[in-house]
Nanobody, 129 residues
Framework: QVQLVESGGGLVQAGTSLRLSCAAS????????MGWFRQAPGKEREFVAA????????YYADSVKGRFTISRDNAKNTVYLQMNSLKPEDTAVYYC??????????????????????WGQGTQVTASS
């Protein structure tokens, strides 16, 4: 089982950038696909971005496509979410999660929170207008 710890959240002005990190410990990090999800107050948790085990495939929600970039460094056991041009509607608690999905799994599975077995504790991102 892998353990996940997110960091990098904070309060920023709309239009600026933040980079979230998710550090993994435990079993082999490169054996896991990784995803970022978010949950705003009063709303359900939603998919943001995902990356395959060695980073060859990435997936994004339409709401963040072109603004957010997911990446990973398997040597550092870390996955990142670079968030640019932040909007007030991006305000949420952001969670990283690990999954046993293979590289050939469908995009719909990568975006389903039910495919992820391990979750971090979350980090708050607030983009003020």
């Amino acid at each position: 089982q892998v353990q996940l710890v997110e960091s990098g959240g904070g309060l920023v002005q709309a239009g600026t950038s933040l980079r979230l990190s998710c550090a993994a410990s435990g079993r082999t990090f490169s054996g896991y696909a990784m995803g970022w999800f978010r949950q705003a107050p009063g709303k359900e948790r939603e998919f943001v971005a995902a990356i395959s085990r060695v980073g060859s495939r990435t997936y994004y929600a339409d709401s963040v496509k072109g603004r957010f970039t997911i990446s990973r460094d398997n040597a550092k056991n870390t996955v990142y979410l670079q968030m640019n041009s932040l909007k007030p509607e991006d305000t949420a608690v952001y969670y990283c999660a690990a999954s046993a999905l293979s590289t050939s799994s469908s995009s719909s599975r990568y975006s389903s929170m039910h495919e992820y077995s391990t979750w971090g504790q979350g980090t708050q991102v607030t983009a003020s207008s």
